[in-house]
């Protein structure tokens, strides 16, 4: 029998104490560098994790020594029942973090629960700031919830971070006001490059890349200073002089980050996945499904992680085929 350390690492050498757990694949918002307008063949109850599941698979890997756990979806405040999972889920021996990613249309009911539940750490996605554009990249004329959002989680002083997809032609014109919003406010604005998995709804551009989206930040604010990045960012983050919060800078695409990669990511079916731009990987809701120890589950993500690439672009070279970069992030946990 293996071993368990106390704190798993891969091939490389690189400690992995972050678990990126999807709850559900269904979103209320349609953006198009996600999804068709129609939307996605949405999964059943029952091949989705059960809380009971999810609970036990998150306490297997605490044990292993992730401490941080960030819930993603789809939209995890679609997921009926979220809560009471969340509440259990601070209980778990080991576990330092939990965050969370929503659009936030469903969030602003949750807030005082997840204050009292001692979860800080939100981020929002949010594209832009114009009420037309908006509408034109989620489909969905929803702006106001989501400011209204951002607004309560500032005032119950949460750690805010504003997730942008970057994308030529459509919310370029959404960088200047998006970074005028750290002058006042105490969160985190970051660029994310846009990434293949659109559903197949378009070809992406890679005009923005995170260089060019710097130096368009620093033709209007020249005085933009590099900060120090917490450990194993994957932005590079900056800052400017007198302006409360910062500006991060994801280069999703062109991935320059991976050589300090610290985390996994479990799609709601259970799918272990140890790179985004691995398109298969160990499912552990059959393997509990099929009567699987905990130890022997462990064995299994330990295996997992021995196989673990090196980068993205090794990832993307090993197992991607074309038919997966029409994946949509709803299904792999974006």
Same mark, same amino acid.
């Given at each position: 029998?293996? $071993?368990?350390?106390?704190?798993?690492?891969?091939?490389?050498?690189?400690?992995?104490?972050?678990?990126?757990?999807?709850?559900?694949?269904?979103?209320?918002?349609?953006?198009?560098?996600?999804?068709?307008?129609?939307?996605?063949?949405?999964?059943?109850k029952?091949?989705?994790m059960?809380?009971?599941?999810m609970?036990?698979?998150?306490?297997?890997?605490?044990?292993?020594?992730?401490? $941080?756990?960030?819930?993603?979806?789809?939209?995890?405040?679609?997921?009926?029942?979220?809560?009471?999972?969340?509440?259990?889920?601070?209980?778990?021996?080991?576990?330092?973090?939990?965050?969370?990613?929503?659009?936030?249309?469903?969030?602003?009911?949750?807030?005082?629960?997840?204050?009292?539940?001692?979860?800080?750490?939100?981020?929002?996605?949010?594209?832009?700031?114009?009420?037309?554009?908006?509408?034109?990249?989620?489909?969905?004329?929803?702006?106001?919830?989501?400011?209204?959002?951002?607004?309560?989680?500032?005032?119950?002083?949460?750690?805010?971070?504003?997730?942008?997809?970057?994308?030529?032609?459509?919310?370029?014109?959404?960088?200047?006001?998006?970074?005028?919003?750290? $002058?006042?406010k105490?969160?985190?604005?970051?660029?994310?490059?846009?990434?293949?998995?659109?559903?197949?709804?378009?070809?992406?551009?890679?005009?923005?890349?995170?260089?060019?989206?710097?130096?368009?930040?620093?033709?209007?604010?020249?005085?933009?200073d590099?900060?120090?990045?917490?450990?194993?960012?994957?932005?590079?983050?900056?800052?400017?002089?007198?302006?409360?919060?910062?500006?991060?800078?994801?280069?999703a695409?062109?991935?320059?980050?991976?050589?300090?990669?610290?985390?996994?990511?479990?799609?709601?079916?259970?799918?272990?996945?140890?790179?985004?731009?691995?398109?298969?990987g160990?499912?552990?809701?059959?393997?509990?499904r099929?009567?699987?120890s905990?130890?022997?589950?462990?064995?299994?993500?330990?295996?997992?992680?021995?196989?673990?690439? $090196?980068?993205?672009?090794?990832?993307?070279?090993q197992?991607?085929?074309?038919?997966?970069?029409?994946?949509?992030?709803?299904?792999?946990?974006?």
């Amino acid at each position: 029998m293996i $071993k368990t350390p106390m704190m798993l690492k891969d091939k490389f050498g690189r400690e992995i104490d972050y678990l990126r757990l999807a709850v559900i694949d269904r979103c209320n918002l349609r953006c198009t560098y996600c999804m068709p307008a129609e939307g996605l063949n949405w999964l059943s109850k029952n091949e989705l994790m059960s809380n009971e599941e999810m609970l036990r698979i998150c306490r297997i890997f605490t044990e292993m020594g992730v401490s $941080k756990i960030r819930i993603t979806g789809g939209e995890p405040f679609l997921r009926k029942g979220i809560m009471p999972f969340l509440n259990d889920l601070t209980q778990l021996n080991g576990l330092k973090n939990i965050a969370i990613t929503t659009n936030g249309l469903n969030t602003l009911k949750n807030i005082q629960e997840l204050k009292n539940l001692g979860i800080k750490s939100i981020n929002l996605s949010l594209d832009s700031l114009d009420r037309e554009r908006f509408f034109q990249i989620t489909r969905r004329d929803e702006l106001s919830k989501v400011i209204d959002t951002l607004d309560q989680l500032i005032e119950n002083q949460f750690e805010v971070k504003i997730n942008t997809v970057v994308m030529d032609s459509v919310n370029t014109a959404d960088i200047y006001p998006l970074v005028e919003l750290t $002058k006042n406010k105490p969160i985190s604005v970051r660029f994310i490059e846009e990434m293949p998995f659109n559903g197949g709804t378009h070809e992406i551009s890679l005009k923005w890349n995170a260089d060019h989206i710097i130096k368009h930040i620093k033709s209007a604010y020249p005085m933009l200073d590099k900060i120090e990045n917490e450990r194993n960012s994957t932005a590079m983050n900056f800052n400017i002089p007198g302006y409360q919060g910062n500006i991060g800078i994801i280069a999703a695409y062109t991935r320059n980050f991976c050589g300090s990669c610290n985390r996994l990511r479990l799609t709601s079916v259970g799918e272990l996945r140890t790179c985004l731009y691995q398109s298969k990987g160990i499912n552990l809701r059959d393997l509990m499904r099929q009567g699987n120890s905990d130890q022997e589950i462990k064995e299994f993500i330990e295996l997992a992680l021995i196989h673990k690439p $090196k980068d993205g672009w090794e990832a993307e070279k090993q197992y991607f085929s074309m038919d997966e970069t029409h994946q949509s992030m709803a299904s792999i946990g974006g």
